[in-house]
């Protein structure tokens, strides 16, 4: 079991800047995926950015990014202290969501919610005009 806990959301003004974090817990694998999800009221859920992880590695893992967002957010970790990270900047109204953190050993289509087993409570960001 991985226990993932999410912080960092709030309220912005658009143009401004959030940093979620992501801390993870339990078991560790040598290798997976961890990703931060969204969901506006009535929407579905979309894939924000997605990072290939490959424990006690320092070289920074491959990314994904949506369209919708690349540019502008960006998605690392910090393997030492197993926390996940999403900058996110030039916030627009659009971007107003429930955030969710993932995580998932095996296999994924980065981006593809369904392809994680593993999920946090979700932080709420939300960005006003």
């Known amino acids: 079991q991985v226990q993932l806990v999410e912080s960092g959301g709030g309220s912005v003004q658009a143009g401004g800047s959030l940093r979620l974090s992501c801390a993870a817990s339990g078991n560790t694998y040598r290798t997976y995926y961890m990703g931060w999800f969204r969901q506006a009221p009535g929407k579905e859920r979309e894939g924000v950015a997605a990072?290939?992880?490959?424990?006690?590695?320092?070289?920074?893992?491959?990314?994904n990014y949506a369209d919708t967002v690349k540019g502008r957010f960006t998605i690392s970790q910090d393997n030492a202290k197993n926390t996940l990270y999403l900058q996110m900047n030039s916030l627009k109204p659009e971007d107003t969501a429930m955030y969710y953190c993932a995580a998932n050993s095996g296999l994924v289509q980065p981006l593809n919610g369904y392809d994680y087993n593993y999920w946090g409570q979700g932080t709420q960001v939300t960005v006003s005009s």
């Open positions: 990072i290939y992880i490959r424990t006690g590695s320092t070289i920074p893992g491959s990314t």
